[in-house]
């Protein structure tokens, strides 16, 4: 697994693309079909885009994903859209926020490249 050093040293070479600091908000994946066309089942691990970031050309690429507290989750599906979300800020499913143990139905800030 990387750590935030390895995926900030990446993303300084440009190996990810640029680094994008943005707010993640938390939703509740259910079962339903996404913007890119797969089902989002309640543990999905999943990224939503802002309708302004957000291109079909992006579905099935993946993204690396930091928290503040320095855990990476790797290799986050891009899964459609996330209509509330402003510019760059993201949503990430419940099962990301598990996996990084962050609080739920909060905000976070995130650094991620794609």
């Known amino acids: 697994m990387l750590t935030l050093i390895s995926i900030l040293a990446a993303m300084a070479v ?6 994008i600091n943005a707010t993640a908000i938390e939703f509740h994946p259910d079962g339903r079909i996404g913007a890119c066309g797969f089902i989002l089942e309640p543990d ?9 970031q957000f291109n079909t050309s992006l579905c099935g690429h993946r993204a690396e994903i930091a928290w503040e507290s320095g855990t990476l989750v790797q290799s986050i599906p891009i899964s459609g859209i996330c209509h509330i979300c402003k510019g760059e800020n993201v949503a990430l499913s419940t099962q990301v926020y598990v996996e990084f143990g962050a609080p739920q139905n909060t905000t976070i800030d995130v650094l991620y490249a794609f």
């Open 44 to 52: 999905a691990i999943a990224l939503l885009f802002s309708p302004q």
């Open 14 to 19: 440009g190996a990810l693309g640029q680094a």
